[in-house]
């Protein structure tokens, strides 16, 4: 197969994808589990970095200081996003694969496996740091800052995660997930989010961030914050995607679901 030829295929199969339809071997077990175990793989470190930062500020005596703890998932994000997206598409949050699949740029056939996925690599996290630290520093759970309502808390999360999705959905324009330039722009935009707005609500914009840690913690009395916030952000976050972008585009559709199967045809 010549140069345009396989550049042909490889526009089809994109455009397929677009359509709703996957590439030929798209859905090769093989493939697809090699997705799922980025996501829960990804999740891992994510959610280790999170929730690390604040275990391991706690048992250094604060050695890892509040702006080290909001960096460290910004640059982790990032650099999940370049050395596994074409993958899976690192989505590496249920808020974010809902989003993809109510933008249409994802199957909803889908999306159980990928949820499956993080929660049990959310849950690896923290189970983790749990085995190794006790509950040191509450698990770097995401709870609202000192005097802060619950409802104040959930306001932030639904502000902040629509600011995410429409990060996401907005950079989506190449196989690297969203773009090479997108990694940048997704990390940059959780270090921003969580320096000024972490003493609020946490910054958590993932319910799987959070719910980790409460279950190995056994606290559930604000997880609902941080479940209903970024689930309600992100359709927010896809509603404002439509009415700045229109209708889904070929680029969403290979960031959400990554080149992997396609670009090795």
Excluded at 17 to 35: I, Y
Excluded at 53 to 71: E, L, N, P
């Amino acid at each position: 197969m010549n140069f345009f030829q396989r550049n042909s295929q490889q526009e089809r199969a994109r455009s397929r994808m677009m359509h709703g339809q996957q590439a030929p071997n798209f859905l090769d077990p093989a493939l697809e589990w090699r997705r799922i175990f980025a996501e829960m793989w990804g999740t891992f470190l994510l959610v280790l970095t999170a929730a690390g930062g604040g275990v391991v500020s706690a048992i250094s005596g604060g050695q890892v200081t509040h702006s080290m703890t909001v960096v460290a998932p910004g640059l982790m994000v990032m650099a999940i996003i370049y050395f596994m997206g074409t993958v899976s598409g690192a989505h590496l949050n249920p808020a974010v694969t809902l989003a993809f699949a109510v933008r249409r740029n994802f199957p909803w056939i889908r999306v159980p496996a990928y949820l499956v996925a993080q929660i049990a690599g959310g849950a690896g996290a923290a189970w983790f740091l749990k085995s190794l630290f006790g509950s040191a520093g509450h698990l770097g759970a995401t709870i609202p800052g000192e005097g802060i309502t619950p409802l104040t808390a959930l306001a932030m999360e639904i502000v902040l995660t629509a600011g995410l999705v429409n990060t996401i959905l907005g950079t989506a324009s190449g196989a690297r997930n969203i773009g090479t330039n997108g990694a940048i722009a997704v990390g940059g935009y959780i270090v921003m989010a969580g320096l000024w707005s972490s003493p609020i609500s946490g910054a958590s914009m993932n319910p799987v961030r959070s719910l980790a840690p409460d279950l190995f913690r056994a606290e559930f009395s604000t997880t609902w914050i941080y479940i209903v916030g970024p689930l309600v952000g992100a359709m927010i976050g896809v509603l404002f995607e439509w009415i700045l972008k229109g209708p889904p585009t070929v680029a969403g559709g290979i960031a959400a679901q990554g080149t992997l199967g396609i670009d090795e045809r």
